[in-house]
């Protein structure tokens, strides 16, 4: 069973930074394409929101027009992560964050979805909160 643990959210100021990290737990990641997504308020039952995603070799990555210049998403394929470094955090980034991650061994090696029906593994979640 693929697994994925998402790490690194918390709280900060408006103008700040954080580290996503997401730890996948299935062999050969590097046939996965990887995403972030995000959820404003899940309890109030708003879609989840695509953020940024990355190819399974790294060469080719996606960002959201609302992060774009400020989100930066890479990999690691020797270690299975992918990362979300977050940077000049506004208050309407703040979101419940997941990983997912999406079989595509047999799609072109630039792709990467950017629906979350594209995605097959969903982490639990992580909360960040951006304060004025």
């Known amino acids: 069973q693929a697994q994925l643990v998402e790490f690194g959210g918390g709280s900060v100021q408006a103008g700040g930074s954080l580290r996503l990290s997401c730890a996948a737990s299935?062999?050969?990641?590097?046939?996965?394409?990887m995403a972030w997504f995000r959820q404003p308020a899940p309890a109030a039952g708003r879609e989840r929101e695509f953020?940024?995603?990355?190819?399974?070799?790294?060469?080719?990555?996606f960002h959201a027009d609302s992060v774009k210049g400020r989100f930066t998403i890479s990999r690691d394929n020797a270690n299975n992560r992918v990362y979300l470094q977050m940077n000049s955090l506004k208050p309407e980034d703040a979101a419940v964050y997941y990983c997912?991650?999406?079989?595509?061994?047999?799609?072109?090696?630039?792709?990467?979805?950017?629906?979350?029906?594209?995605?097959?593994?969903w982490g639990q979640g992580i909360q960040v909160t951006v304060s004025s």
């Open positions: 997912a991650a999406a079989d595509t061994r047999y799609y072109g090696m630039g792709y990467a979805g950017r629906r979350p029906s594209d995605y097959d593994y």
């Open positions: 953020v940024s995603a990355i190819s399974r070799n790294g060469g080719d990555s």
């Open positions: 299935f062999d050969a990641f590097s046939d996965y394409s």
